[in-house]
């Protein structure tokens, strides 16, 4: 909890974004450096807003509507026949889906 005086989180700078663009591997123009510093800044400045509040109360959560997954047996049932599934392929050897190689040198 912050007392008086206390000063919130350091704003937001560009150098910071920049920083953050480069380790998401995002190019971002002059501009944009300069949008998404004012729009992050504010966001931020929200969340420490929210934080204020007092949520001692509030049971931790995963979601927050009340959802439960719907589950199956697992049972056999007949697969689509290899035709079937390659017949809309761009490219096929037969047998299999033929794609292009993406693997890359790190």
């Known amino acids: ?12 700078t560009k150098e910071t974004v920049t920083k953050v663009a480069h380790l998401a591997r995002l190019k971002l123009s002059e501009s944009e450096l300069d ?20 949520t001692t109360t509030v049971e931790p959560m995963a ?14 049932r007949p697969s689509l026949p290899r035709v079937a599934a390659l017949s809309n392929a761009p490219k096929t050897d037969g047998k299999f889906f033929v794609v292009p190689q993406i693997l890359e040198e790190g």
Not at 1 to 12: I, K, Q, T, V, W
Not at 35 to 54: A, K, M, P, R, S
Not at 63 to 76: G, L, M, S, T, W
Request: aromatic share 6%; glycine share 6%.
């Open 1 to 12: 909890m912050l007392e008086d005086g206390d000063n919130m989180a350091e704003p937001l």
């Open 63 to 76: 979601h927050v509507a009340d959802i439960a997954n719907v589950f199956r047996d697992d049972e056999v």
């Open 35 to 54: 949008l998404f510093t004012t729009q992050l800044g504010q966001v931020l400045g929200y969340v420490e807003l929210l934080n204020e509040l007092d």
